[in-house]
């Protein structure tokens, strides 16, 4: 099975865009309604010395999403380097640490400081973006493996180092928001206009959650008709209702009636799959939206981190059951995408990383957004019903059937 790279990045980080100096990756994609037009939102990260603490060594950096689109079916990107797509607001009070909603409510503004890996995908009718997010920033992570642990330094305010502050953990745990997306404003790059905040998805004090993204239908689950979450708490024991054993950071699904009740109890959590193979390494996660590849069945990508071999991704194909949640019953047990290319491999960054964030199927061709190296971005296609007969050679465990 042969899933074929772009021969060099389409977007990539660039030392005269501070916003984008540093990182340029993991790029979400989607089809224009009207056109065929592919719009693409990148995650790109830079230094922010206007907020250098006194005592630190390192500025922080701001997290930010780069657009870029494409009317060739990916093989050439128009990039919009002049300013990014969506940045956070970097306010300090709890009192501003708000955002207006899509019915003109104030809640908290989960992704204040801190916005990465985008997904796209429409659901009734509309088009969705879902981010992880942070409320205040970080240092530069990556130094951690070099032995340089300066860059962890704690860039919250200290009202919000107390554990009365009125966010709770959601000061320091990674969530996720749910943004409508106008996309006549945000193919005109009216960017200010373009992103509705409709709610956040996941429950801070759960601690850690992350690639998380909705299902592109309902599901009648339960005797209702209820939209359908996929998500990887870090620490799976923090739902015991489904995994009470500690295991490695997973994938979940969780049901609501309606999206605001996903960060609450209203909420009904799912297992949906761990570790297995000797590549997967320390965790799994989802990495775009499902695709229908047949009355009944999901396409599902996923990614996978190891110590050694890094972020690599493979897939597996999901079986809709009449009034439940849907369940695996095909699974590569082979990594199907990595770092392979020359210009994929780690430079600036130690681990390898190949990490997908967007697929699109146009022409009967799935063509993949991904990150590579933490630096770059890149396009991969392949036919999407040759993928499909490929991952149902194998049953629900990765055994050949």
């Known amino acids: 099975m042969v899933i074929k790279h772009s021969s060099g990045p389409v977007v990539e980080a660039r030392k005269d865009i501070p916003w984008a100096e540093t990182m340029v990756t993991n790029p979400a994609i989607i089809k224009d309604p009207e056109s065929n037009r592919i719009h693409m939102l990148f995650r790109a990260c830079g230094p922010w010395p206007e907020y250098k603490l006194e005592y630190a060594k390192y500025p922080p950096y701001l997290w930010v999403l780069g657009y870029s689109y494409s009317d060739d079916l990916g093989e050439t990107w128009n990039t919009d380097r002049s300013r990014p797509a969506m940045m956070p607001a970097m306010n300090m009070t709890p009192e501003t640490i708000r955002a207006i909603n899509v019915h003109g409510k104030q809640v908290v503004d989960y992704a204040n400081a801190y916005i990465e890996d985008p997904r796209f995908f429409t659901l009734d009718e509309k088009v969705y973006l879902t981010v992880c997010t942070r409320m205040f920033p970080v240092g530069p992570y990556w130094l951690d493996n070099t032995g340089d642990a300066s860059w962890n330094q704690d860039y919250k305010p200290d009202w919000a180092k107390k554990p009365d502050n009125p966010f709770g953990l959601g000061v320091k745990s990674s969530g996720n928001v749910l943004y409508e997306v106008d996309m006549e404003k945000l193919n005109n790059r009216d960017y200010k206009s373009a992103f509705h905040v409709v709610t956040h998805l996941t429950d801070p004090e759960k601690g850690d959650n992350r690639d998380v993204f909705l299902f592109p239908e309902k599901f009648r689950i339960n005797g209702k008709e209820q939209y359908l979450l996929m998500h990887r708490p870090v620490k799976p024991h923090n739902y015991p209702e489904v995994c009470p054993v500690e295991k490695k950071p997973s994938m979940f699904m969780s049901v609501a009636e309606k999206l605001v009740d996903f960060p609450t109890s ?8 761990e570790p297995l193979f000797d590549w997967e390494g320390v965790k799994i996660g989802a990495s775009f939206p499902p695709i229908r590849v047949s009355s009944s069945e999901w ?8 110590k050694v071999l890094g972020y690599t991704q493979s897939f597996m194909l999901m079986l809709e059951v009449e009034n439940d949640f849907p369940i695996v019953v095909n699974r590569c047990p082979e990594r199907m995408m ?26 009967d061709t799935l063509i993949i957004s991904y990150g590579a190296a933490d630096e770059m971005g890149g396009i991969a296609k392949v036919n999407l019903a040759s993928l499909v007969e490929h991952v149902k050679q194998y049953d629900a465990l990765g055994k050949k059937l």
Do not use: T
């Not at 396409?299 to 190891?306: G, Q």
């Not at 990595?338 to 022409?363: H, R, T």
């Open 338 to 363: 990595y770092a392979s290319m020359d210009w994929e491999q780690p430079k600036n960054f130690p681990l390898p990383c190949l990490f997908s964030c967007g697929g699109i199927v146009m022409n």
């Open 266 to 273: 209203k909420a009904m959590q799912h297992f949906m799959a």
């Open 299 to 306: 396409l599902v990508s996923y990614h996978a981190r190891h």
